[in-house]
């Protein structure tokens, strides 16, 4: 009797060639879902803007009465950077000065490539008064030649642009 209730069949042959297959409609409207999220992640690249900044080091040595800053303008960014970007000054690298920075403006950018072990880099000079302020309000006091690490801000830019940009070079 046990073997006589294993051989019922619940389901008719067409019942189980259905339940193995994905329907086409179903099929279709899921790759039509995928594609409209594809393109609304590119629609979406193009018209998101960031603001964006190029990562570099500067040196501040004192001279006289002011503060010499001369920042390391990587030769690949050169053509992002202009007179009178912002500058953000950074001190994280220094023992207990985590979180102190001075904010200024590019003042000089020079035209001669700078060549060292390193890299190319264009030279940009500004300069800072001798009671240059943090922007928490503590007044700095250079002693020799500090290196910090710099940040020039400049301005936004598209997502997509940033994406094409490595692109377009190649060709």
């Known amino acids: ?93 220094i023992p207990y000065m985590y979180g102190q920075q001075i904010i200024t403006s590019l003042a000089s950018i020079s035209s001669t490539i700078q060549i060292s072990s390193k890299g190319g880099y264009f030279l940009s000079e500004c300069y800072l008064s001798e009671n240059a302020h943090t922007e928490i309000g503590n007044s700095l006091k250079i002693n020799g030649t500090v290196v910090v690490n710099a940040e020039i801000q400049t301005g936004k830019i598209r997502f997509f642009d940033r994406i094409l940009e490595p692109i377009l070079v190649l060709c």
């Open 1 to 93: 009797m046990a073997d006589a209730s294993e051989k019922i069949e619940l389901r008719s042959e067409k019942v189980r060639n259905i339940i193995g297959q994905i329907p086409p409609r179903l099929m279709r409207i899921g790759i039509f879902v995928i594609f409209l999220v594809f393109i609304g992640v590119i629609m979406g690249t193009y018209f998101f803007e960031y603001e964006y900044t190029i990562k570099t080091t500067a040196s501040l040595t004192k001279q006289g009465d002011s503060i010499i800053v001369q920042i390391l303008i990587p030769l690949n960014e050169s053509n992002r950077i202009k007179k009178g970007q912002k500058l953000f000054l950074n001190f994280d690298k």
